[in-house]
């Protein structure tokens, strides 16, 4: 009896889709294995036991003995299609022979549910122990990832303010311009506007100070360096033009006449006037470089912060990054073996649920017994039958002609009316005769 099964892989972890093998040697290993139990003693015994001994068996009590299961060994094979290789087609036969079409059905029916039965038992089994060992594994492995994790946390808590910082350095440099650092470029810039504009403040104060002595030393000054004193610009314009219509009516006039006089009295009092605004002005450009000067000190204490804090991030760049790749590894490790237990789980609840050993169609005898068919033994007979007559002529050659045996003639004696004591030696041959 034949039986053509076809075997599967599990569903767990297929990539190429549910029940493909990704390679040949998983489907290599799985028939491997339906060959051992095919093998296997206590599968042999089972099927035996369930199919009952034959009819003709006289000790039924011993049945199956370790004869009867070596026997039903020799008499079950597991082979590959015609024309393929054992272990490359996912297609192989469970053949069986018995002493008759029935009895060879209901062992082959037993056999592949025995085998199926075991082969379960197998996956159980297997998928236990790699339980067992996957739920150790992630043990471990959730420890190391929450060790991992705490000298992270650890490291981005002393670094505060800055972690998103130190996540930006710790990322490829395509990732752009830190706010960090654009930051300190922006406080850089205004540092130098800020000292710049101080700069002046002290330029101006200089120049203020020396027009306080001789105001026509303000007269001298460039505009721009009093945009800031716009009071100070105006009577310095004034006092230019005093003098300038002073000039006017002297060239025309002698300093004794009443214009003349005036204009004087006017410039007097412009100067007199722009002596106390110079006062004034001096005391506000004062301020202002005290608060110019202050800006500088506050920018660049700011700066120097900035550079202290850069220079912090950049001395924990290499210790952060070695923390999270190991941090990312460990929880991709763990990733990993949550995966594989979940599949292994599975693979236990399937091993109880489906086989992986799939029957095609029911099981068939073929129309003639396993065995010589009638032309062969035919062909036997004759071939025997001459075997025997050339032994006999040859027997017959070797033995010479034959010679007839003539038999003894009795030798007859008279017959006396003596006693059989005068015959003497001649007595064996009357009573042979």
């Known amino acids: 009896a034949t039986q053509a099964l076809v075997a599967r892989n599990d569903t767990n972890g297929a990539v190429d889709g549910p029940g493909k093998f990704r390679h040949s040697d998983e489907l290599k290993a799985v028939l491997e294995t339906v060959l051992e139990l095919s093998k296997s003693r206590s599968v042999l015994a089972k099927a035996l036991a369930e199919v009952g001994p034959p009819a003709n068996t006289s000790d039924v009590s011993s049945w199956?003995?370790?004869?009867?299961?070596?026997?039903?060994?020799?008499?079950?094979?597991?082979?590959?299609?015609?024309?393929?290789?054992?272990g490359k087609t996912e297609?192989?036969?469970?053949?069986?022979?018995?002493?008759?079409?029935?009895?060879?059905?209901?062992?082959?029916?037993?056999?592949?549910?025995?085998i199926e039965f075991q082969?379960?038992?197998?996956?159980?089994?297997?998928?236990?122990?790699?339980?067992?060992?996957?739920v150790e594994a992630e043990r471990l492995a959730r420890r190391d990832v929450e060790e991992a994790t705490a000298r992270l946390t650890a490291m981005e808590?002393?670094?505060?303010?800055?972690?998103?910082?130190?996540?930006?350095?710790?990322?490829?440099?395509?990732?752009?311009?830190?706010?960090?650092?654009?930051?300190?470029?922006?406080?850089?810039?205004?540092?130098?506007?800020?000292?710049?504009?101080?700069?002046?403040?002290?330029?101006?104060?200089?120049?203020?100070r020396d027009a306080e002595s001789d105001p026509n030393r303000l007269l001298a000054l460039p505009n721009g360096l009093l945009e800031?004193?716009?009071?100070?610009?105006?009577?310095?314009?004034?006092?230019?033009?005093?003098?300038?219509?002073?000039?006017?009516?002297?060239?025309?006039?002698?300093?004794?006449?009443?214009?003349?006089?005036?204009?004087?009295?006017?410039?007097?009092?412009?100067?007199?006037?722009?002596?106390?605004?110079?006062?004034?002005?001096?005391?506000?450009?004062?301020?202002d470089q005290r608060l110019a000067n202050d800006r500088v000190t506050n920018l660049t204490r700011s700066v120097d912060?900035?550079?202290?804090?850069?220079?912090?991030?950049?001395?924990?760049?290499?210790?952060?990054?070695?923390?999270v790749a190991e941090a990312e590894q460990r929880s991709q490790l763990l990733a990993d073996v949550e995966r594989k237990l979940v599949d292994a789980r599975a693979s236990q609840a399937g091993a109880n649920k489906a086989s992986l050993i799939t029957r095609l169609d029911d099981a068939d005898t073929g129309s003639k017994p396993v065995g010589p068919s009638k032309s062969l033994l035919l062909l036997a007979g004759m071939l025997g039958g001459l075997v025997v007559g050339l032994a006999v002529l040859l027997l017959a050659a070797t033995s010479g002609p034959?010679?007839?045996?003539?038999p003894t003639p009795i030798r007859r004696a008279a017959i006396h009316p003596t006693p059989e004591s005068t015959v003497g030696s001649d007595l064996d041959l009357i009573e042979a005769a």
Do not use: W
């Open 64 to 86: 199956p003995s370790d004869q009867d299961v070596a026997d039903f060994a020799d008499a079950v094979k597991v082979t590959a299609p015609k024309g393929a290789e054992f």
């Open 91 to 114: 297609v192989f036969y469970l053949k069986v022979k018995a002493s008759d079409r029935t009895r060879a059905l209901k062992l082959v029916d037993a056999l592949c549910r025995e």
């Open 119 to 134: 082969y379960g038992k197998v996956r159980n089994h297997r998928a236990a122990s790699m339980i067992d060992e996957l």
């Open 157 to 208: 808590e002393t670094v505060g303010g800055d972690l998103s910082e130190l996540r930006n350095l710790h990322q490829p440099s395509g990732a752009g311009e830190s706010d960090l650092r654009r930051k300190a470029v922006e406080i850089e810039n205004e540092l130098r506007q800020a000292r710049v504009l101080a700069a002046g403040r002290d330029e101006l104060l200089r120049a203020l």
């Open 228 to 287: 800031s004193q716009p009071s100070l610009r105006k009577m310095k314009d004034g006092l230019i033009d005093a003098q300038v219509r002073t000039s006017t009516l002297l060239g025309t006039m002698s300093p004794a006449h009443p214009s003349v006089r005036a204009a004087k009295i006017a410039e007097s009092e412009i100067t007199g006037r722009l002596q106390e605004e110079l006062t004034a002005a001096i005391r506000g450009v004062e301020m």
């Open 305 to 323: 912060n900035i550079h202290d804090r850069l220079q912090n991030l950049a001395g924990m760049r290499a210790d952060y990054t070695r923390l």
């Open 402 to 406: 034959m010679v007839p045996v003539h």
